[in-house]
């Protein structure tokens, strides 16, 4: 069975950190290139940040380059959105998606940047 269980969302202050993690379950975690998504309300699902099979390459929308970093442990099948100077432009719901031939939703996290 294949899971993505993503965990670490939460409400933080704009300026604050948070780290989201994505645990695999289920396929060869260390096959497939790895993305993280996310929606606001009434917002169509965008692509915030994506790394490679071995992590040697990522890729990030402009809109969080120099503040969020995207990584991965193929030992513990785990990927990572770190995110620091939060805005509230950044209020979503967060989803890990894993891609090879076939793809993975997560069932997302929420994150709110709120005073």
């Known amino acids: 069975q294949v899971q993505l269980v993503e965990s670490g969302g939460g409400l933080v202050q704009p300026g604050g950190s948070l780290r989201l993690s994505c645990v695999a379950s289920?396929?060869?975690?260390?096959?497939?290139?790895m993305s993280w998504y996310r929606q606001a309300p009434g917002k169509e699902r965008e692509l915030v940040a994506a790394?490679?099979?071995?992590?040697?390459?990522?890729n990030y929308a402009d809109s969080v380059k120099g503040r969020f970093t995207i990584f991965r442990d193929n030992n513990k099948n785990t990927v990572y959105l770190q995110m620091n100077s939060l805005k509230p432009e950044d209020t979503a719901v967060y989803y890990c998606?894993?891609?090879?031939?076939?793809?993975?939703w997560g069932q997302g996290t929420q994150v709110t940047v709120s005073s």
């Open positions: 998606h894993a891609r090879r031939a076939t793809q993975y």
């Open positions: 289920g396929f060869t975690f260390s096959s497939y290139a």
């Open positions: 790394i490679t099979i071995i992590g040697g390459n990522t």
